[in-house]
Structures are given as C-alpha cells and as structure tokens.
C-alpha cells in the first residue's frame, strides 16, 4: 500500500506571506496531482505534474516535482483570504491505471 | 466546458436500505473512479471503470456494485446500508486514451444513512 504524507496539516499565516505545503511518498509517482476543495464540494483540480523536476505555475502557485518523483511542493507567494481552504495532493502509481491516493490535506488559513 | 456530474446531491436512506448513485463523466472520458470520504478524512478509492469494464477495485464492500454503462455513465449501487456508509460520493472521470489520466471531480453526493 503506497502512503503519501502531506505537511503541514494545519497552516495559518497573514495575508502577503509566502508559504509551503509538501507531499511525500516513499514509491515513485507516475503522476501528481493538487486539488483544493471546499467543504461538502468536489475536488478542484490545480495542476498535474508528470516529469521528474517538472515546475509548473498558476498565478501565485508555484508546484514542483521532485526529480525522482517521489515528492511534490505548492509554493503560494503572497497569501491572500481567498487561498483559504483544503489543499490536497493525490498521486497515481500505476502507468495506464490511475487510481489517486491522496495525501491528509493542508487546511490553509489566510488571516487579512 | 463541460464537467463531471453527479445524482443526486444529497441522499437520505435508512439502515438496511438500498441507494444508487449516478455518475455522468465528461464527453469523450473513457474512465471513471468513485471515491469515498468521511467526515474529515480524505477521499479513498473504491472501484474503476474503462470502456465499461471494471479495471481496479479497493476498498469497497461487499454490499456494494457498480457498473459502466454504454453511455459511460456509471452507477453505485449499495444495499444493506450500514449507518458508517454516512460520507460523501465522489465520482471523477478521465481520458485514458487522452495521455496523461488527470481526474475531474464530480461535485459529489452527501449520502446520510439514518
């Protein structure tokens, strides 16, 4: 069974940081995913990354994956209110069979 | 553009009751994953769906089925509901055939077993 650790759980800063939130596994992705979902909704999905030492952006979400694959970060630059929620990230390991497992979540909370 | 949609949203049944859950996927998805979540925890897979076949089951019980249909719509069916089935559905749909299997998420059905 592949475990995918998620830090930090909790996260409460003032609006204009920066902050981090990492994911981890210990087997090797085939692909990475980052939601944010918002109580009783779906998943919403942010990004997909793919390829070792891949970095994406979005705005002011900078994701990256690690080179070996087998961690990811979601770098927000300048925090606002509206970044408040639940920030999952969910990794494949299987090629051609894609089920998620998903990470414990990062409760983000923007204080203005 | 069109997404994942799910029925019903909300979901009331009694102990021992049977519920069905429907998933209608984006067009042109060939691939469909329910998830299950409970209050507080994050989503975990139960069963998956390629052109109509079941490619990968997990953590489903017994007591539930599910089935693709020709459409690719798919449904869950679950009997003898138990009060711990209480948690929020989720179906997400992909394009298998499309590369790289991104899933979008359907916005879920509440189901509450009373």
């Known amino acids: 069974t592949q475990l995918l650790e998620q830090s930090p759980q909790f996260l409460s800063i003032q609006e204009g940081e920066n902050l981090t939130v990492y994911c981890n596994s210990s087997s090797v992705f085939s692909s990475l995913q980052w939601y944010r979902q918002e109580p009783g909704e779906g998943p919403v999905l942010l990004v997909t990354?793919?390829?070792?030492?891949e970095v994406k952006k979005l705005k002011r979400l900078t994701f990256q994956f690690g080179d070996a694959r087998k961690d990811s970060s979601l770098h927000i630059t300048a925090a606002q209110p509206g970044d408040t929620g639940l920030y999952l990230c969910a990794g494949a390991f299987d090629f051609g069979n894609e089920k998620l497992t998903f990470g414990t979540g990062t409760r983000l909370t923007i204080i203005p | 553009a069109a997404g994942v949609i799910q029925s019903p949203r909300h979901l009331i049944k009694e102990k021992r009751e049977t519920a069905t859950l429907k998933c209608y996927p984006i067009p042109r998805h060939d691939t469909v994953y329910w998830y299950q979540q409970g209050p507080g925890q994050d989503p975990q897979f139960l069963i998956s769906f390629y052109e109509k076949m079941q490619s990968d089951k997990g953590s489903i019980p017994d007591r539930f089925s599910a089935q693709q249909f020709s459409d690719y719509h798919s449904e869950l069916n679950m009997s003898s509901l138990e009060l711990g089935d209480s948690a929020l559905y989720f179906c997400?749909?992909?394009?298998?055939?499309?590369?790289?299997?991104?899933?979008?998420f359907g916005p879920g059905t509440r189901l509450l077993v009373l």
């Open positions: 990354v793919v390829t070792g030492g």
């Open positions: 997400a749909s992909s394009s298998r055939t499309g590369g790289t299997e991104t899933q979008y």
